[in-house]
């Protein structure tokens, strides 16, 4: 019997949080070949994302990551409809473990992946590395952002930079990549 995902099927990718700053890592995925699933809640965003994105590419789905339940199901139903996940992209507010653990057993219940960790500029990558509890078939890495250095001050980092930096970590597969400093 076929399973979702047969060799010559596109790579499907998950992104938590690619509305927002991430949205062009999203459309950059739709564009390069994979499928994607976006999560996220604000419709209106949701939607000009997709209309945005190469028709048939881009599936999103409204959910609070917050809510336990809504996010099993939202889950289980993209493990059904799209297969489970050769690439998961996350940038995560609040508990990124408990999140990043539905998405291991509800998505991609032991299949090989790789998890692509967004983090902010005062997080301790090793700690946050050392309490997400990925398993062996996981490859882990984390994209940290920082800031920009110019010559009389110091800037956050645009949401353009932000993405083209997560696309460069996704196409280098370095463990560490670090925006900006
Ligand atoms: N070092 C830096 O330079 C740095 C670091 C971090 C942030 N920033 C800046 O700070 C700004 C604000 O950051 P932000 O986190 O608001 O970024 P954002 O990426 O613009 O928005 C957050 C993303 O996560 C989704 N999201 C948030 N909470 C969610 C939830 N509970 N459930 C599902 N999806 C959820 C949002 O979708 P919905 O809107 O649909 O919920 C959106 O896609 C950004 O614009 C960025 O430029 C800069």
Sequence with gaps: ???????????????????????????????????????????????????????????????????????????????????????????IHSNPEAVLQQVEDHLVQGQPYRLVHVVGSSSNLDAIRATINTPPTCRYQQVQLGFILEDTHSRWLTHAEISSGVIKAIKTRDDVTVVGR
Excluded: F
């Design 1 to 91: 019997m076929a399973t979702p995902n047969q060799p010559n099927k596109p790579q499907h990718a998950l992104v938590i949080g690619g509305t927002g700053m991430m949205a062009e890592v999203s459309l950059w995925l739709a564009r390069t070949g994979y499928r994607v699933t976006v999560i996220c809640r604000n419709k209106d965003r949701a939607d000009t994302l997709k209309r945005t994105a190469p028709p048939d590419t881009l599936c999103t789905h409204l959910v609070d990551y917050n809510d336990t339940t809504k996010l099993t199901q939202t889950l289980t139903s993209v493990r059904k409809s799209s297969g489970t996940a050769d690439l998961v992209v996350a940038w």
